[in-house]
């Protein structure tokens, strides 16, 4: 079971990284960390600390943060293409 979970994840990690840049990636990648003690508190029961969710809402946010802000970046970067595009094709029409 362990086998199929890890080589599905890191097979999707892989292909991902091409289309992710290498600091988002490695905030995404802290997912893992973040998740794990809710996954084991679901199946095993085990209580969590006030500290640890704590940490864990801080890394989400922070995660949350910048892909927002990727988002807006590569909107912005995409307008500005635009705006570059068509100012290049007036330029060529006059």
Not at 41 to 55: A, P, Q, R
Request: hydrophobic fraction near 55%; charged fraction near 15%.
């Amino acid at each position: 079971m362990g086998v199929v979970q890890f080589g599905v994840g890191f097979t999707l990690f892989t292909f991902g990284a091409r289309f992710v840049p290498a600091v988002e990636l490695m905030l995404l990648s802290l997912t893992e960390v973040v998740l794990a003690p809710i996954r084991v508190w679901l199946g095993v029961g085990e209580k969590t600390t006030v500290m640890t969710l704590f940490g864990g809402g801080i890394i989400l946010a922070s995660i949350t943060a910048l892909s927002v802000f990727g988002m807006l970046r590569n909107r912005n970067n995409i307008n500005a293409l635009k705006l570059k595009t068509e100012t290049a094709t007036e330029l060529n029409l006059s």
